[in-house]
Antibody, heavy 120, light 110 residues
Framework: QVQLQESGPGLVKSSQTLSLSCTVS??????????WNWVRQHPGKGLEWLGS???????SYNPSLTSRITVSLDTSKNQFSLNLSSVTAADTAVYYC????????????WGRGTLVTVSS | QSALTQPASVSGSPGQSITISCTGT?????????VSWYQQHPGKAPRLIIF???NRPSGVSNRFSGSKSGNTASLTISGLQAEDEADYFC??????????FGAGTKVTVL
């Protein structure tokens, strides 16, 4: 069973960079079986796909965030990370990491999510 | 404003059937057979229950079923049980995004 766990600061100051990590167990990031994704949910709103990374390092980003987002891998720790720069209150959300099987269009496994609040 | 429209809440009595709708556009729900549904209990990770419109992953109860007509996908829960009380959200592959989501529907078992 694949399990994912998000970690990182729960409070980030406006204009700074939000940094989160997702630790994966039950699967190797290097296996090539999954794409590794970040998704967020604003309070009381729908979810928003942020971006993804494949073991090769190939990334795909939501067009609305391309200038601010970076997703990276650390295969030695079996982790992948999200960096979102120049944050504002609009980036306050619950952030989820999720695994998506290669060639499929759904998310097989999710983390429980972590709330990040952007303060002024 | 979510890309996919879901009712905020749906309720039913034990044993009844309920249906949750998920309405999008021809760029997402209507244009691709890649609608998936997730169940989320409070404080828990979302769980995949339907993929590719109507397929169930191994281990998911056959009380959950999915369908699609035009730009609207639906999730039906038959034989409603107390354990089904949770939030449910849909997602679809989109020509523009590549993934769009609904805001979620809270299912209450009366």
């Amino acid at each position: 069973q694949v399990q994912l766990q998000e970690s990182g600061p729960g409070l980030v100051k406006s204009s700074q960079t939000l940094s989160l990590s997702c630790t994966v167990s039950g699967a190797s990031l290097s296996s090539g079986i999954y794409y590794w994704n970040w998704v967020r949910q604003h309070p009381g709103k729908g979810l928003e796909w942020l971006g993804s990374i494949y073991y090769s390092g190939t990334t795909s980003y939501n067009p609305s965030l391309t200038s601010r987002i970076t997703v990276s891998l650390d295969t030695s720790k079996n982790q992948f990370s999200l960096n979102l720069s120049s944050v504002t209150a609009a980036d306050t959300a619950v952030y989820y990491c999720a695994a998506q099987s290669l060639g499929e269009f759904f998310f097989d496994y999710w983390g429980r999510g972590t709330l990040v609040t952007v303060s002024s | 404003q979510s890309a996919l429209t879901q009712p905020a809440s749906v309720s039913g009595s034990p044993g009844q059937s309920i249906t949750i709708s998920c309405t999008g556009t021809s760029s997402d729900v209507g244009g691709h057979d890649y609608v998936s549904w997730y169940q989320q209990h409070p404080g828990k990770a979302p769980r995949l229950i339907i993929f590719d419109v109507s397929n169930r992953p191994s281990g998911v109860s056959n009380r959950f079923s999915g369908s699609k007509s035009g730009n609207t996908a639906s999730l039906t829960i038959s034989g409603l049980q107390a354990e089904d009380e949770a939030d449910y959200f849909c997602t679809s592959y989109s020509t523009n995004s590549p993934y769009v989501f609904g805001a979620g529907t809270k299912v209450t078992v009366l």
